[in-house]
């Protein structure tokens, strides 16, 4: 496979998207800021994460050179008509837990790719369905993997995601953060 045209600049902390942009073959840095993630309420679904995504990008982008692409993204956990963030302590985590529990829900990632030529912005949905959780296990599950910066209160690669998912639809690797086919295809066309 030829090499990409663009050098490219991972505008994520998040330890997951690096896993998967590595896993992806793709050589990468990482450039980063803090950035409020509050957006208008009038916002619904995708129109919040893609928000989001941009909105991580406005601080970086005039770090990037005319060699460089920026990545951002932001996924957000949608249940029953609600945003579910990250938690903000141990009681939140379980209520959203709790609510995640015997229920499908929605989970959205939204990329913002941007270069001095181009940009885009887009949107990948996957449908997450929980078994019944016992209450045993959402608080081990707290205790023992702290999941306070990740949306909806869990990571579909922990041990939750072995134990207690029943099934998903669609991109696995969208739940985790970073929609990676849809990615790559976007990196290529560009």
């Known amino acids: 496979m030829k090499k990409f045209r663009y050098n490219i600049i991972l505008g994520s902390n998040s330890p997951r998207r690096k896993e998967i942009l590595t896993a992806m073959g793709i050589n990468f840095i990482v450039r980063s800021s803090n950035t409020d993630e509050s957006y208008p309420n009038y916002l619904r679904e995708k129109e919040i994460s893609e928000f989001l995504a941009i909105k991580k990008s406005k601080n970086l982008i005039n770090t990037i050179n005319e060699d460089e692409m920026l990545i951002t993204a932001d996924t957000i956990v949608f249940n029953s008509d609600s945003v ?27 990329v913002y790719v ?43 690669q922990e041990w939750i995601g072995l134990v207690g998912i029943d099934k ?21 066309n560009f």
């Open 84 to 110: 579910l963030n990250k938690p903000k302590n141990y009681n939140e985590s379980i209520e959203m837990l709790r609510n995640l529990s015997g229920k499908t829900h929605k989970v959205i990632s939204s």
């Open 114 to 156: 941007y270069t001095h030529k181009k940009q885009i912005t887009f949107s990948d949905e996957t449908e997450v369905t929980f078994l019944d959780l016992d209450p045993d296990i959402i608080k081990y599950y707290i205790e023992k993997y702290q999941p306070f910066d990740k949306a909806g209160s869990y990571g579909i």
């Open 168 to 188: 998903i639809n669609g991109s696995y690797t969208n739940v985790v953060g970073l929609p990676s086919s849809k990615l790559f295809q976007t990196i290529r």
